[in-house]
């Protein structure tokens, strides 16, 4: 769960993605500042961010993890298959 955040604000979605992503954050650039944002211990920023992979990937064509690594490179690529996966499958 996210550090400082009051579980009980968040949605069971919302709780689940976190859950889910958490662990699986890569120790690059990328995941560094995904994990601050998710630690930040502001509401705001978790909300901007819940906000942000809504509109990514909601309503987008399913990407195979092979065309986000393509666009993105290894680290980068795989974490955000990895959103796309939990996006769908906890907030959309």
């Not at 949605?11 to 930040?40: F, I, N």
């Not at 909300?47 to 666009?71: P, Q, S, V």
Request: net charge neutral; proline share 2%.
């Amino acid at each position: 769960m996210a550090a400082g955040i009051d579980s009980d604000a968040l949605s069971e979605g919302e709780r689940l993605y976190l859950d889910d992503l958490l662990p699986k954050a890569p120790s690059t650039e990328v995941g560094t500042r995904w994990k601050k944002t998710v630690t930040s211990k502001r509401k705001s920023d978790l909300d901007m961010l819940f906000d942000g992979e809504r509109l990514t990937f909601c309503k987008a064509h399913r990407r195979d993890k092979e065309t986000f690594i393509g666009r993105m490179g290894q680290d980068e690529g795989y974490f955000a298959f990895q959103r796309q996966e939990a996006t769908q499958k906890n907030l959309c």
